[in-house]
């Protein structure tokens, strides 16, 4: 038997039924549900985390923008304005304001009735400001301004009344200890803390700083427009402004003021300046107007009252512009300190006769000082005419007329000079003589500074520094300077002037300083108004001390009645200012007498 018959004779071995599968593992079930349990708890920690976590920012700020309060403004606190000593002219105190939230206020007839006298508010004001009422964008106001800068005490009284919707916050009050003292050039703050006139407008951006503010989240439906405790509140705040130094001085300023004051009243003046000028610097030491008005009261006043009358008030300036007139002619060279000039009893020029106040006879000769100290209209415009129309006209810019000094306040007038195309056959004689020309006192009190200081023009300014709220002070700027005449033909300039002063009979003798050796003009001149001359004169007088020496330059003008004179009016004024100022900076007198001047030949 072969092997293949063998092992097809084996027997089969028998075949075994299949298993039944397995019903269930409660093992492995347990596992399954444990993990598939776990899943799902982790997916909803995950959400749960991103929900608080990172989403929930955007979730709330969709709802906290509905329940946010208009903001609160925080007044930043206002820079002071400070004299050259560091005394205060104009600063801010403590005070509060009192507002509202007219969705609280239950009984506006009552509260207005009460908070009126005690805030000095119209009762009919304040009810309009009480009762709710929608703001432009829609929604209800919560918050409105009843009244700033209430004095604490009376804030005080206001929160011991216990009102529901009225609140008491910090604000603050502009005071100006010296009422009028120069108010016309520092001007006013209104209730807000802007600047409205003067150098606190001229100033406000850096003087109000930048305000701060306050945002609150409030309730809706049943809590009004209160705030939520504990909620959400946002300040941003206030960034305070800087002080200003000046160049004025306190004590100086005011006995200017004084004495400008009752020079006006006892003459009748409707309007008059004085500025005092330290001519190595330029600093302005005082700038005084008449009328004035108290700055703790401005709108009780007239606006004309509170104008700076020395930047404001133009005129034809008179015989003080022959100073420059003589200046220019001596720079040109067409005259010399000991030259004459032949006058008689008058010149015409077109269809006007030009006269001299002092009778002189035909064919005088009189010395430059002579035409000086007599206010010579003929003789000036006999000098004028060796100049010619265009040099007076360029060394009148020279000496800073025909524009704003820029001396650092606002609506500084330019005045004007005619340019010779411009001039008519008159003007020969009234240009020379200071008609027919518009200036301000500081405009001419720069250009005798000018004389006083060798022949240099230094731009009259009024701001000393700027002091930052930490303190840090910043020097103002340098001012513009340039050379108008040489020193020697400055020097004679004011030796020519002396005679004004010294002269018998010279127009400006009541301006003498005993002790003190002075230089100075007497000017007479007129004011457009509506386009024609008034009745008025324009008296003036400029002068510097001490003449051999300057060291400041004071210009006084008033617009008086009609047929009073600089010599009269204006030149006791500045003798008494003059010989303030010599005390207070304590200027030693001259040591040499003024020379002993020959008038004619």
Do not use: C
């Amino acid at each position: 038997m072969g092997k293949a018959d063998r092992k097809a004779a084996r027997p089969a071995r028998p075949t075994r039924p299949p298993r039944p599968p397995r019903l269930a593992d409660p093992r492995r079930r347990l596992r399954l549900a444990t993990l598939l349990a776990l899943t799902m708890f982790a997916t909803i920690g995950i959400r749960l985390v991103a929900l608080q976590v990172v989403t929930t920012p955007a979730y709330a700020s969709g709802g906290l923008a509905d329940r946010l309060s208009a903001p609160v403004v925080l007044p930043a606190p206002r820079g002071s304005i400070l004299d050259r000593s560091g005394a205060v002219l104009a600063h801010s105190v403590e005070a509060r304001y009192v507002y509202a939230d007219p969705e609280s206020i239950k009984d506006p007839d009552r509260t207005s009735t009460v908070l009126a006298p005690l805030l000095g508010v119209p009762r009919s004001d304040l009810r309009k400001r009480l009762v709710k009422q929608k703001r432009p964008d829609g929604r209800w106001s919560e918050f409105e301004f009843l009244a700033r800068g209430v004095d604490i005490e009376v804030a005080r009284k206001i929160l011991e009344m216990e009102i529901t919707g009225i609140g008491i916050a910090r604000d603050e009050r502009r005071e100006v200890p010296g009422n009028d003292l120069a108010a016309n050039l520092i001007g006013f703050a209104g209730q807000d803390m802007t600047g409205l006139e003067g150098i606190e407008a001229r100033y406000d951006e850096l003087l109000r700083g930048v305000n701060g503010e306050r945002v609150f989240e409030i309730g809706q439906g049943d809590l009004g427009a209160t705030e939520i405790p504990g909620g959400y509140s946002k300040i941003t705040p206030a960034k305070p402004g800087s002080s200003l130094a000046l160049t004025i001085d306190r004590d100086l300023q005011y006995e200017v003021q004084r004495i400008l004051s009752k020079m006006s009243k006892q003459r009748h003046a409707r309007t008059a300046a004085a500025v005092v000028i330290d001519v190595r610097s330029g600093e302005v030491l005082a700038q005084a107007s008449y009328p004035t008005y108290d700055a703790a009261d401005p709108l009780a006043f007239k606006p004309t009252d509170r104008e700076d009358a020395a930047t404001s008030f133009v005129v034809d300036p008179g015989s003080v512009h022959k100073a420059l007139l003589f200046g220019a002619a001596l720079q040109e060279g067409v005259i010399k300190p000991d030259s004459t000039v032949t006058v008689g009893p008058a010149i015409r020029k077109g269809d006007t006769t030009f006269t001299d106040t002092h009778p002189f006879r035909a064919g005088t000769r009189l010395t430059l000082p002579g035409i000086m100290a007599y206010s010579s209209n003929v003789g000036t415009i006999k000098v004028a005419d060796l100049l010619g129309p265009q040099r007076v006209f360029d060394y009148q810019l020279k000496f800073g007329l025909g524009q704003p000094t820029g001396v650092g306040v606002p609506g500084e007038a330019s005045g004007r000079v005619l340019p010779p195309k411009d001039w008519s056959e008159s003007s020969y004689g009234s240009v020379p003589i200071g008609h027919s020309v518009d200036a301000t006192t500081m405009q001419m009190a720069a250009a005798y500074a000018a004389i006083a200081n060798d022949g240099v023009w230094v731009q009259p300014h009024i701001i000393r520094e700027t002091i930052a709220p930490d303190g840090t002070k910043t020097p103002a700027p340098a001012p513009k300077t340039r050379q108008v005449i040489s020193a020697g033909n400055a020097a004679a300039v004011r030796t020519m002037m002396e005679a004004v002063t010294t002269v018998p009979d010279a127009t400006g003798t009541r301006a003498a300083i005993a002790g003190y050796r002075i230089a100075g003009k007497t000017g007479t001149g007129k004011r457009i108004v509506d386009g024609r001359y008034t009745e008025d004169s324009v008296t003036s007088f400029i002068g510097m001390a001490p003449a051999d020496n300057p060291r400041y330059v004071i210009a006084v003008f008033a617009d008086t009645p009609g047929g009073t004179t600089g010599g009269d009016v204006t030149a006791p004024a500045f003798r008494d200012m003059m010989a303030y100022a010599l005390r207070h900076y304590r200027v030693p007198p001259s040591t040499s007498k003024p020379p002993t001047f020959v008038v004619s030949r």
